[in-house]
């Protein structure tokens, strides 16, 4: 038996219909995604009771086997419990992973795939481009490498279509096209935004505007694309980079300043450093609220001086005699 009540969780009546019940699903999942709340650790998981939640009732023998039973697990076909594996989130499920209730439930699929099908109707491209039963919208927005790793707030101008408030999105007041909207059910918002941008978000995440979708109950979800950064790049949480240093602190070792996201810092490279050579500074990387911060790692290139000189012809002679071996050696000579 499941502890928890799938009618309760997605917030429907018992005698819900199947249209209400996936208005209540797509709100609710949309609301607790992870990628529009990602500084909010329980999220994921409550993105999963109400997944598994909507997977007993959208099954009409399923939801009628729980409302006999009370037994979220029973199979759709004849009474046996489902068997591990072959549930609603095995085999071709774009959910994956095994499960027989909300407790039970495992997420190890794409949370992307699932919020794009979430929003494959919400689209802000149109007064037509929202499916009949969808308060929310959708936007995007091009933020800088700095937002998106430290976080911020963004103020924005945005245009976006409303469900119209007098004719209810309908076009028709009476028999006539409603003369707010001129028949489209929509008319354009044109409104001056705050948002908010978490540490760590990436091209693709998305971030919710509560009350702010085509009508008050929806909310408007702003997908992020990430313009790079001309020295930082990023993997996860963590900062890559370049430094160089001179031939003589790679040969003797140095302390030198490595530029990370929160600003320099004093690192020490050993002597005989390599050029391609890579160093961690634990804990400069991006630190989003998620977990453990991500790290800054680097890679050291050798700069040489630009022009020869005969006092540097001299050196780099006295120097070459300092190799104890060919360092060529190694490397084969045809394939």
Same mark, same amino acid.
């Given at each position: ?14 005698? +819900? ?20 709340? +990602? ?18 009732? !959208?099954?009409?023998?399923?939801? !009628? ?34 499960? %027989? ?37 959708? +936007? ?65 995440? !998305?971030?919710?505007?509560?009350? !702010? ?54 690192? %020490? ?29 680097? %890679? ?36």
């Amino acid at each position: 038996m499941a502890t928890k009540d799938p009618y309760e969780v997605l917030g429907v009546d018992r005698k +819900a219909s199947e249209a209400e019940i996936k208005k209540a699903y797509r709100r609710l999942a949309r609301k607790h995604h992870p990628d529009v709340n +990602a500084s909010d650790a329980a999220a994921k998981r409550k993105f999963q009771e109400i997944a598994a939640a909507y997977e007993v009732l !959208k099954d009409p023998k399923r939801r !009628k086997h729980f409302d006999t039973t009370g037994d979220t697990g029973g199979a759709p076909e004849g009474g046996a419990p489902r068997p591990s594996g072959a549930g609603p989130f095995g085999g071709g499920s774009p959910f994956g992973g095994t499960a %027989r209730g909300p407790s039970s439930f495992r997420w190890s699929g794409d949370f992307g795939d699932l919020f794009s099908d979430l929003f494959s109707g919400a689209r802000a491209g149109g007064p037509r481009g929202f499916e009949e039963e969808d308060d929310d919208a959708a +936007a995007e927005l091009t933020i800088s490498f700095r937002d998106a790793v430290l976080g911020g707030t963004i103020t924005l101008q945005v245009r976006y279509p409303r469900r119209c408030a007098r004719c209810g999105g309908s076009g028709r007041v009476g028999a006539s096209a409603c003369p707010s909207c001129h028949g489209a059910g929509e008319v354009v918002s044109k409104e001056r935004l705050s948002v908010r941008i978490p540490a760590g978000v990436a091209t693709g995440s !998305k971030v919710r505007v509560p009350g !702010k979708g085509r009508s008050e109950k929806g909310d408007l979800y702003v997908a992020l694309t990430v313009v790079p950064h001309q020295y930082f790049s990023r993997e996860g949480d963590d900062v890559l980079a370049e430094v160089p240093v001179t031939v003589s602190e790679a040969y003797l070792g140095a302390e030198i300043d490595v530029p990370t996201i929160h600003g320099p810092v004093r690192a %020490r490279i050993p002597p005989g450093t390599a050029g391609g050579q890579r160093f961690r500074l634990k804990g400069y990387g991006v630190r989003s609220g998620r977990g453990a911060d991500g790290d800054h790692t680097y %890679r050291v290139s050798i700069a040489m001086p630009r022009r020869p000189t005969e006092e540097g012809r001299a050196l780099a002679a006295k120097f070459a005699g300092l190799y104890e071996r060919d360092p060529r050696a190694d490397l084969p000579s045809r394939l």
